[in-house]
């Protein structure tokens, strides 16, 4: 079983922390350490597909098994002023659209972010202030070569 939090920290300061990659429980910190709430977002675990079982064995970390089950939260991502996105496993895209779930500096659930346009690339994807940054790797044409990427975008609201 995977026991690393999953953590985001906001460029002034506010830390969220998710202790049980299975519960629906965030915690918020602010510079100082000091919890200013913990949030139960209802996400719960979702039993993984067969390609996501697949996905998963192609891994191939010696004594490195998974279960079952996915995590209920993809990612978090730490927003400045205390905002905080969250993309949910389940649901967490929708043909081709990143969806996520926008919380106050309160904790309180405001509303939706859709980013749409997403790159339908294989890799991982971070975002930092207005940029998605997409990082991966890509085939070379020259002896088999594999080539490292990032592509950087602009988040632009509608």
């Not at 067969?50 to 191939?60: D, F, G, H």
Request: hydrophobic letters at 40%; glycine letters at 10%; charged letters at 30%.
């Amino acid at each position: 079983m995977w026991n690393v939090p999953r953590i985001a920290v906001s460029d002034d300061g506010y830390c969220y922390v998710q202790r049980d990659l299975y519960s629906g429980t965030i915690e918020c910190y602010d510079r100082n350490l000091e919890q200013l709430y913990a949030i139960d977002g209802g996400w719960r675990p979702t039993k993984r597909t067969p390609k996501e079982m697949e996905a998963a064995a192609s891994i191939q970390v010696m004594g490195l098994t998974f279960g079952d089950e996915n995590h209920t939260v993809r990612r978090l991502i730490a927003r400045r002023g205390g905002e905080m996105w969250v993309q949910p496993w389940q649901n967490g895209t929708v043909n081709g659209d990143i969806l996520l779930e926008r919380f106050g500096p309160d904790g309180v659930r405001l509303d939706d972010v859709r980013i749409v346009g997403a790159p339908d690339l294989a890799g991982e994807w971070i975002i930092r202030g207005d940029k998605l940054l997409w990082m991966g790797i890509e085939d070379s044409d020259a002896d088999n070569e594999v080539l490292p990427y990032i592509r950087v975008y602009d988040l632009v609201a509608r």
